[in-house]
């Protein structure tokens, strides 16, 4: 395991100015946003890789930010309705 491509853009993203947004998979098999999240360090263990065989792997520690902390909280969001012509059937 090295710190580069996706596990340097987390551990960077302040630095970088870039933000990291959480999302968790549902029992249903969809996936729910959970919040913007920062990263307050992270750690290297033994895992099993794709094939089962152990490897050093960085286990990432994220703290969520409150709401009104967030990026995403001080954008408006766009609303969706029958306005925009969209069925009622929409989740």
Known sequence: MQMVRGNAAIANHKLNKKLILLFEYTPSGSVRFVGEAEC?????????????????????????LPQEQGHLAKQSRP?????????????
């Open 40 to 64: 307050l360090g992270h750690h290297i263990e033994q895992r099993p890789d794709r094939t089962g065989a152990m490897r050093n792997a960085f286990v990432f520690h994220l703290g969520l």
């Open 79 to 91: 609303q969706y309705g029958n306005s925009r012509g969209l069925s009622n059937k929409l989740t």
